[in-house]
């Protein structure tokens, strides 16, 4: 069976992301090496700089797990023949046009001469949470609604540019905000653990999902997957769990 090797050039959202997805696409019975290239809150300007420097400066995620690996973005490049790489703005900046160039066009250029037959994809990161005190979430006046369409609109215009496929996942969230067991407003469970984070099980779960379902094309209603973690002292809702799956379903 191929394996499908996935890298993440981000920060802590695709840590969020890629937490169990190597879980769930086994669980569907696929072979996967997924690497997350993690700084915390690291914005593209920065991943060009450690481009530009070949610097060391990012912690080596495998498969959901830290290591003790340090590496730089071209080392990462060149170690496989990468089926699929994705990129993303950090969040604070995510809803500021003026953010993301000339940064993102230099970092897909690159990508494209160091492992041309990769198929690249951008993550639309995800709005705050309605109560969230990150610092800012100011730049939003505080209103969730109001960076997601910010965030929105500058990710689907960068996708269209440099002809990324968009891997949805601040449309999806906020979607599934709407569903009367996430609303927060009317007392459902937050798909945050901090304001902003996703949470350690169905936010990150549905993250998984998310990217399983728009980076394979399969369905990810019927996987029977329970997010394995240490973190997790509560084993999540499976109704939930399927409740997510089948949003995914619906709406990537």
């Avoid at 420097?53 to 071209?74: C, F, H, M």
């Avoid at 953010?99 to 066009?105: A, I, K, N, T, V």
């Avoid at 996942?169 to 945050?192: A, D, M, W, Y």
Wanted: proline share 4%; charged share 20%.
């Amino acid at each position: 069976m191929k394996t499908l090797k996935i890298l993440a050039i981000g920060n802590s959202f695709s840590e969020d992301a890629t937490r169990y997805l190597h879980q769930l696409a086994n669980a569907a019975g696929i072979d996967t090496k997924i690497i997350n290239l993690y700084i915390g809150g690291c914005p593209l300007e920065r991943h060009w700089k450690n481009i530009e420097n070949d610097e060391k400066a990012y912690a080596y995620q495998l498969n959901g797990i830290p290591t003790e690996r340090r590496v730089s973005i071209d080392e990462i490049l060149l170690e496989e023949d990468w089926d699929i790489i994705t990129t993303q703005q950090a969040s604070h900046d995510s809803g500021w046009m003026n953010s993301y160039e000339p940064f993102l066009g230099l970092i897909v250029a690159h990508i494209k001469e160091k492992a041309p037959n990769a198929k690249l994809y951008l993550q639309e990161t995800w709005a705050y949470e309605i109560d969230s005190t990150h610092g800012s979430f100011m730049r939003y006046n505080r209103n969730q609604q109001e960076m997601y369409e910010k965030l929105h609109n500058c990710y689907t215009q960068m996708a269209s540019k440099y002809n990324l496929e968009l891997i949805p996942s601040g449309s999806v969230i906020q979607k599934v905000r709407t569903l009367p067991e996430f609303h927060v407003p009317n007392g459902g469970l937050s798909l945050c653990r901090d304001g902003f984070h996703m949470s350690f099980d169905y936010g990150r779960y549905l993250l998984a999902c998310i990217w399983l379902r728009k980076l394979t094309d399969i369905t990810v209603t019927d996987i029977a997957c329970i997010p394995q973690s240490p973190v997790l002292k509560v084993a999540p809702d499976t109704h939930l769990l399927k409740l997510l799956r089948e949003s995914v379903d619906l709406w990537v």
